[in-house]
């Protein structure tokens, strides 16, 4: 692991090479998918007024598993556990907001949790359930 110093040199020149080997690797599209997102924490909320590394990128946002200053990692996978589409936003953004970008070129079923719908989304099932 290279120290902190090191690391803000190298993460610059690292990004674009990172980003072409994920992208690679999507898999492939097969009409059933799921979508989820992670957070990514950055540094411990007590330390959010120092933090210098991800300044002006990083924002504090409010998860299920409390508040967390960072990212959020937004998946949408297949049923053979395949990346098809990834997001990074700031950890403020909403989960429902980037699923338009995500799905954009995505036909057949996707399921996720009820972060990811919007009041126009939801609407009744037939056994009086939501989806």
């Known amino acids: 692991m290279p120290c902190y110093e090191r690391f803000v040199t190298l993460q610059k020149s690292r990004l674009m090479p990172l ?27 007590r330390r959010i007024g120092r933090h210098q590394t991800f300044k002006g990128l990083a924002a504090r946002g409010k998860t299920s598993m409390g508040w967390c200053f960072g990212f959020k990692l937004h998946l949408v996978f297949n049923h053979l556990n395949e990346m098809v589409a990834v997001k990074l936003t700031p950890s403020n953004v909403h989960d429902g907001a980037p699923v338009e970008q995500l799905t954009r070129d995505l036909t057949g079923k996707l399921f996720g949790d009820q972060g990811y719908l919007g009041k126009n989304a939801r609407r009744p099932c037939s056994n009086g359930d939501w989806r």
């Not at 690679?24 to 924490?41: C, V």
Request: proline share 0%; net charge positive.
């Open 19 to 45: 980003l072409c080997l994920l992208l690679s690797r999507l898999g492939q599209r097969t009409g059933i998918y799921y979508i989820d997102s992670t957070a990514l924490a950055v540094c411990h909320n």
